[in-house]
């Protein structure tokens, strides 16, 4: 269904910023905005001499290359590019500006640029939607999908098992069900905290992140089970799936394909290709939030603290703080907050003025917040309400082709984040 973009913003003005990991709030009076326009895209024009060569050797044309400045940024509005019943994923299409977008009831849609939707895939024979914590929850392509059309789903079954499925193109560009293989399947305890975000790293590994079952949190200090963890897949092997040599747990002590371990439900992470960083968002019990945020390049083997640790408080009485990896930034219930929505860092070329910016969300509290991460703390932490609304129960962020900012929620909507200049 197309849809007529809606664009909802206002200028930037008083801020609230987040003390990290504190719970307390300070006003700032002054937006985080360069006060100096930055540089926009670079204009290369040609010039060619119309005089006669002096020789039969054709010199190069003379380039002129000048810069345009941006405008200064005044705010940021969202603009809804599509309609999709339950979308928890969105992408875009190597070398396109049409999007692929994740229906949780079990469909693969394309959007293109007008909004149209139209059907890539339909698994919903396959998926159990039960609740919001299951159906249809990951996807990644491969990071050579333009030449292989590879491409990587993640899915609960009517029977509550979790699935990992390799899927490739049909001859119509299209995916194609009878393709599938499966690489990795395996029983959750209930129908909560499945987690599910697939990403290809820099690396050329797959990740895919997983919770502890809901169930008594049984599994989350235990790295011998996949639950509870972050796994890491070599899928370009001639098995399923191979182990990648370096993984922490390959010589024992856990299970090989795990590299990170003691998270609650992490059902959105992404990992920043500049710096490679992995930022998860782990979802709190009752009463604290976190996202949590390791070098790509540590070697793995961490253990985020979940079920001793909520944030950075003991839940279980008398735990040790020391023995876990605490969380770059925390945030309480209070005030309406219940569930953290992993999001991405912002590399796009809109606004240049916030490359390198996390941006994240809470289900119930409708916000989306930003964070700079400098030396391992989290810096100008900024809140968005003020000028983007509530924009809902937000289900996933990702980039767009042209590494724009977008965004899903729960009741439909697929946005992009959009500065407002003057």
Known sequence: MASRPRLIGAALGSLIVLGACSGTETSQTSPPIATTAPTATTVVTTTTSSAVPQSTTTAPPATTTTTAPLAPLIGLEIEQIAEVHRPVVALPLPGETSLLVVDQQGVIVMVSDDGTVSEFLDLTDRVGANGIEQGLLGLALHPEFSNNGRFFVYYTAPDN???LVEFGLGSDGLGDRDSGRELLAFEQPTDRHNAGTLVFGPDGYLWLSLGEGGAASDNAQNPETLLSSLLRLDVDGDEPYEVPPDNPFVAGGGA????????????????????RMIYIGDVGHSEWEEIDVVSMDTGGGSNFGWLPMEGTHCFISGCDPSLYAAPVLEYSHEGGNCSVTGGVVYRGQAIPEFDGHYFYADWC?????????VDGAATEM???????GNVGQVTSFGPDANGELLFTTWD???????PIRG
């Open 161 to 163: 098992d979790s699935h």
């Open 256 to 275: 090989p394909e795990v590299w990170a371990y003691g998270f609650r439900n992490p059902w959105k992470f992404s990992i920043d290709p500049v710096d």
């Open 365 to 373: 509290g409708g916000w989306i917040r930003s964070f700079k991460l």
């Open 382 to 388: 900024t809140d968005w309400s003020e000028q983007l």
């Open 412 to 418: 439909g909507g697929v946005f992009r984040i959009v």
